[in-house]
């Protein structure tokens, strides 16, 4: 025997549902524009009916969830896109920087300079009588020295950006990881009830996609709801609602490196040992970074070392032996060098003797006679000879080769960071086609639901009526 | 295929960020007028651009050295010949008086005088100058290397690099022209001086060696004291010595030899000179295309792809806006 409370409950749910529903919309088009966010949809379903005699009469409906529209497959797939394309844009950023160090395109560089510095020594064996040419030769050779100054301390002040950058990136980390481990907690309580935590899994997806653009990391989500993020291959950064900070550390001379350089160390408690994970970051923006930092600028650095210790070697061996305008032998044309190989590009100076007294440049073999050039002709062959790369290469023969594989490798990098970002677009492409918002459509369920509202509305006041006819009937 | 709102926007930010990325890159050429701005822009190029400009820089020093040498050699070439024609007008007055017959003791004095001012202008044209530099010294070109026919030069040739791995001695050095130094001597001596070690070392079985016969003494020629020679002449005709007057010819004409021989050898140097400035100016200008072929951008190409880009850029601009615009809301009422 159906009642008119019957109608007027189902209208009342009816009304809850469509505001629910429409509460869901209006969730959706305020986080139209929330990174992360998927659209979410309430799932409705009919109340148990009600079996009177043969009859079965419906109860109405009742909102069973609200579920995000996602799929969490596509969703890691992201992730791991993104963390190739942390890793390539990273690199091609920093390339760049190093590129620019090379870029002799439109100004001159240090192949313009060392070209110049054994012209002025042509120069000189021209006119090896003119103290003017020998203030070329100086001035010449100071220029080549400064430019070899500038290259390494604008390659080392990469390096130092990119130690900066670590250190701002593991800040950043840490505050995705503690929000990751706070959202593991939430997730969890949520979940233990049998509700879906939406917005805190979707929040946590996108952290989970923003520290793989920073880092290489390895997750896995248990049974309660909980991530366990890993970096690099042991540190454990997220497990459960617990999670362990990453500190970088400058230590100086560090494996034969020239300066601090900052490792990121890992710290698994508070009072346990230090680990350092630096090693193990291959991936991400940071994996990127160390990557250039160590190995293709420590490289380049080593190869300028090269040029300059061979140059100032050859240089000096020649110029002893000659002698100068006034007869006197040669002395050293470049000093020594402090610390032997290493940083010779940062240590390449003229000697001083000749920096105070250009007659000390040595043009000559014998020191009978100030038209003696030989010396100087020497010095302008070794432009030319092979004294590279154990006798393979010249000078512009190797530099070239330095400025070609710095070109290919950006042109590589750069070649890699748009195919990757055309993949991550694509992919997030399909994402937002699956769960992004539209305007159209919420609008559409809103007029639906707005619709459905007022219908219950009326049901509601149609019961009402009933009962007045109803309770009108005892007045007569 | 669903369409959200943030598919919509992403592509509008998408496409207007690639066709603003072109337009800067175009732009950038455009004002540079370079098609390389960076070496990554194109590897290949970029590293045949620096050779080919150190190849310029290069050149440009070639030329300088060899205008040089060209001008040191081209006073020489003046020098000598001066020289030459100062030795010929010696010879025919010598000539004159060489015969008993046709001169006379007085006349010889006389004529004596006039070697004596010859030979001080010999000494004046040994000590040539250019600039401030000697070119008959040797190495020694401060200090005047003659000094009443002595030669206090040495045998320095003052070699200048022309070209790559070429190197050209601009200089001549007086004790070849005046004092009779010959290079040929001195390496048919040392040849002969091999040889004979050979010999001793190998003994006689090996006589059938590609070396130069030991009976050729002097195959070269054996050059003279030209101020001794005129120094010689002067004092047989003050002393009336017609013998002497006539062996002084001899020494004279050796003389004239000597000095033409080191023009000749000046006068091919500075044929290989000019040579060697004509193909270093070829190539500068061959190595100028090139790089300008590398690195240049084509005004008009680039004038044109830059307006395809500004179309570009408008026509996305615009579809864009349609995009963006209606929803169901705007039609709800």
Redesign the interface.
Known sequence: MPKLTGIMGIGRRSLANSQVGLQTVSHNIAN??TEGFS?QRIEQATTPSLGTGGRQVGTGATVKAVRSIKNDYLEKQIQSEMEKLGYNEGQAESMARV??V?????NGGL??FV??FF?AF??L?????SAATRTLVKESAKAVTRDFGRVNSQLVDVQKDIDRQIESEVQIINSYTTEIADLNEKISQIEIRGAIANDSRDRRDLLLKKLGEKIDIKYAENEEGQVTVMAGSTATLVSGFSQNELTVSASPGFNGHRYGEARVIFLPTENSTEVDITKQLKGGKIGAALEVRDIVIDGLLKDLDEVAFSMANEVNALHIQGKDRSGRDGVLFFENFPTGKLNSAANLRINETIDKDVSRIAA?Q?S???????VA?KI??L??SKVLNNGTSTF?DF???V??T???D??KV?AAAKHQKEIV?QL??IR??????????E??KM?ELQKSFDASARLIRAADEMFDTILSLKRY | ???????NF??VT?SLNKTREKMAIKQEQAT?M?R??????D??A??R???A??NI??AE??I??AN??KNFLDYSERTLEELSNVLIRLKEVALGQSNSGTSNPVARRAIAMEVEQIYDQMNAIGNRKIG??YIF??????RSPFEQGQYT??S?E????IN??V?LA??VPGDIVFMGRSIEAEKAAQEDQDYQLNQALRGPASINQNTRPLDEPGAFGQGVDVFQAVKRLEIALRADDTRGVQNSLDKLDTAINQVVMSRADVGSRLNALENNIESLQKGLIDNKILASKF?DADAFEVYSELQAAEGNLKASLSTSGRLIQP???DF?R
């Open positions: 139209k524009s659209r590129e620019q090379f870029n002799e395109q439109i192949n313009r070209g110049e012209n042509r120069e064996a021209s006119s090896p009588e000559a014998g009978f006679g100030l038209g003696d050039n030989r002709n302008s062959e432009q030319y512009d530099y070239t080769s400025v070609g710095v070109a290919v950006v042109n750069n677009s997030s492409n937002e086609s699956i769960s992004g918002v539209s305007i159209d459509e609008t559409t007029i | 295929m669903r369409v959200s709102d943030k598919m992403q592509q998408n540079t370079k390389i701005n960076k070496p990554s822009d590897p290949v970029a590293t651009v620096l050779e400009r150190t820089q290069s020093q070639y300088r050295n040089q040498a401030d530099r010294g040797g190495y020694v070109t401060q030069g040495d320095g003052m070699e200048i690099e790559r791995g190197k601009m200089n690195e929803s169901l809301l709800l």
